[in-house]
């Protein structure tokens, strides 16, 4: 219910969305930037000032005609499998956690962890390009073994919240766990 | 790389403390070249730390250091990774092991002219060498020259797990290296019960005390004399027992007394101011010569100019902090024994 300034690790403005369904059920949703009107007008320019630049030597009307095609399937193959809109976090207690990215176009992925497949979740940290950050994971193992965790899976990666946000989800699901 | 990584902490106005692990001579023109370049590293780096005292004099004297910053800390050894094992030894016969780089720098060429003199002197003599280097060549010519094949076994590059296995196979460890700070291979193999043979170079007369350690010169001759004695002295069963060795180096060198002192040196630098652009500067032109120093001053000015490039490209504030790692209020120290139920309520109240 609340929804204070957060950021990711590149300074943009998010917005968490916490949600208490009932007492063992709790969502969280992290909202990215939606695409903005000023980027998509400038890429667009830029594009088909440099298609006109070389038909203007060319002479060759293909190349406009290929520019406008190309700028179509990349904005829509960007806002339809790059751009995330929001991603979310729905935890169960002792049922499992489900994990969805809704990206720009409305296409919806969703992931089902069961509960005996969690170890724990915590906050981890990861040498990402330049910087470290930290973020999210779910630490998950194998039902015969439960001392070793088997894999990792990381939360929230396309909107790579900082650790004030990762912080508040973490104590709220750690609640949850904590209580299955 | 380090020395990259001090220049740009020192531009970030971090505390620095350098660790140098080994010895480098002053004769050739890329010594001379290398060691100015220390210098200028070193002029205005909070601390040294080096691994043997021998370490300390040749960095002191390399980089025109002040001794006072310089601390010793030598290395350790796992002691329950290397334990003697002697029912792996063959005792028919006597095993001497030689675990290195195969490369000049480590005495290769006094190795191959150990081991003809000594397996034509002792019929029961075998050599277990492990380790890869481009002198691998002179040890396999050896071998062939005098038909040594069944008693001399070169192993190639071991695996670090694989170390303590070949280790527990020998009666003896022998190091022929030119020139070594503070060597660890003698200290694994003492760990693991042998005795050690070694040659008295750099720091390797201050790593272990005289009755586990016989030293000699770095010549063949001297080296083999040394072989004799520890052979003889083998056979006629008056060696102490490995675990009595391994027992003595198990307290002299602990990982945790090496942390508690390196721990002492981080406390201690960060107390420390660290020097402002100007003053910088002007200790590099003061202290480092003419020549370098001004162009590692004009270096210092650029690499400014740069980080406020990329404090506007990547501002500050966007970057998290890291986190304390002893926990809200200290809860996760060492002295501390609750773990599992001590970090979830540690993780329930407030971490920032």
Redesign the interface.
């Known amino acids: 219910m609340e929804d204070e300034a957060f ?1 990711d ?3 943009k403005a998010i917005s968490l969305d916490c949600h208490s369904h009932s007492g063992f059920c709790r969502e969280f949703t992290v909202s990215s930037p939606k695409v903005s009107v000023g980027k998509v007008m400038v890429y667009t320019c830029c594009v088909w000032l440099l298609a006109y630049t070389v038909f203007f030597f060319t002479q060759n009307t293909a190349v406009l005609s290929s520019a406008i095609l190309i700028t179509l399937v990349g904005m829509m193959f960007h806002i339809h499998f790059v751009k995330v809109d929001h991603e979310s976090l729905l935890v169960i207690g002792s049922l499992g956690i489900q994990v969805s990215s809704c990206y720009a176009s409305g296409r919806e992925t969703t992931t089902f962890i069961e509960m005996s497949k969690i170890k724990d979740i915590v906050i981890n940290e990861a040498i990402y390009m330049h ?4 973020y999210l994971c779910v630490l998950l193992k194998d039902p015969a073994e439960p001392k070793a965790v088997s894999s990792v899976v990381p939360l929230f990666q396309s909107s790579k919240p ?3 946000c990762l ?1 508040k989800v ?2 709220s699901c ?1 609640e949850i766990l ?1 209580k299955c | 790389m380090a020395h990259d990584a001090l220049f740009h902490a020192k531009t970030m106005g971090l505390n620095t403390v350098f660790t140098d692990h080994s010895l480098f001579g002053f004769a050739d023109v890329s010594s001379v070249l290398t060691n100015k370049l220390l210098t200028v590293t070193l002029c205005d780096t909070n601390h040294t730390v080096c691994v043997s005292y021998t370490s300390k004099e040749n960095t002191v004297l390399r980089a025109t250091l002040n001794p006072e910053i310089v601390s010793v800390i030598p290395n350790a050894v796992d002691p329950t990774d290397f334990t003697p094992d002697p029912s792996q030894r063959q005792d028919d016969r006597i095993t001497i092991v030689v675990i290195s780089r195969l490369v000049y720098r480590k005495g290769i060429d006094l190795l191959g002219g150990i081991i003809p003199e000594l397996c034509l002197k002792h019929p029961d003599l075998h050599f277990l060498i492990g380790g890869e280097g481009p002198k691998r060549i002179v040890l396999e010519e050896v071998r062939e020259k005098y038909q040594l094949h069944d008693r001399v076994r070169l192993l190639g590059a071991l695996e670090h797990k694989d170390v303590r296995g070949v280790l527990v196979q020998g009666h003896i460890f022998l190091n022929t290296s030119l020139t070594e700070a503070f060597c660890m291979a003698i200290v694994e193999g003492a760990s693991c019960g042998l005795q050690v043979v070694s040659t008295r170079v750099g720091g390797i007369p201050e790593v272990l005390p005289e009755d586990l350690i016989t030293l000699c010169e770095p010549t063949v001759r001297s080296l083999c004399a040394g072989l004799e004695t520890v052979i003889a002295r083998q056979r006629s069963g008056s060696v102490p027992s490995p675990y009595s060795i391994h027992a003595c180096v198990q307290n002299l060198y602990t990982w945790r007394n090496v942390a508690e002192r390196t721990e002492k040196v981080y406390d201690r630098v960060s107390r420390e101011e660290v020097l402002p652009l100007h003053r910088r500067l002007r200790r590099l032109r003061s202290h480092c010569g003419p020549v370098a120093g001004s162009i590692f001053a004009f270096s210092a000015v650029l690499d400014f100019l740069f980080l406020l490039l990329l404090q506007w490209l ?2 500050d ?4 902090v ?2 304390d790692a002893t926990g809200p209020h200290g809860l996760w120290r060492q002295e501390q024994s609750g773990e599992a139920g001590g970090t ?1 309520q540690a ?2 109240s407030d ?2």
Do not use: F, H
């Open positions: 950021t690790i590149n300074g910087q470290i950050i930290y900082r650790l004030n912080v973490y104590k750690q904590s | 990547v501002p504030r966007v970057m998290d890291a986190v979830k993780a329930e971490i920032s």
